[in-house]
């Protein structure tokens, strides 16, 4: 079975939740921003968590994998 949900900074995040996947690290230059370099990962309601671009490379894997209802190595969840 395919996967449902995904892990992102300790949250299990359900797949059908995620809006859009930034492609680029977040930068703005503020001296006080705790995710320089993090990719934003935007959820329904205007929410957001914020991914590793490793989590980033395996939440896109996992959305390929569930799209396709492919099974999914989990070693990086």
Known sequence: MPPVFC?????????????????LPHFCGHDDCMHEGDYEVR???????????EERNG?????EAWQNG????????
Not at 7 to 22: A, G, H, N, Q
Not at 43 to 53: F, H, I, T, Y
Not at 70 to 77: G, K, P, Q
Request: aromatic share 10%.
């Open 43 to 53: 959820l329904e309601q205007d929410e957001s968590v914020w991914a590793s671009r």
């Open 59 to 63: 939440l896109l894997q996992t959305i």
């Open 7 to 23: 892990v992102i900074d300790d949250k299990s995040i359900p797949l059908y939740r995620i809006m859009w996947i930034s492609n």
């Open 70 to 77: 492919d099974e999914l190595d989990e070693d990086w969840r």
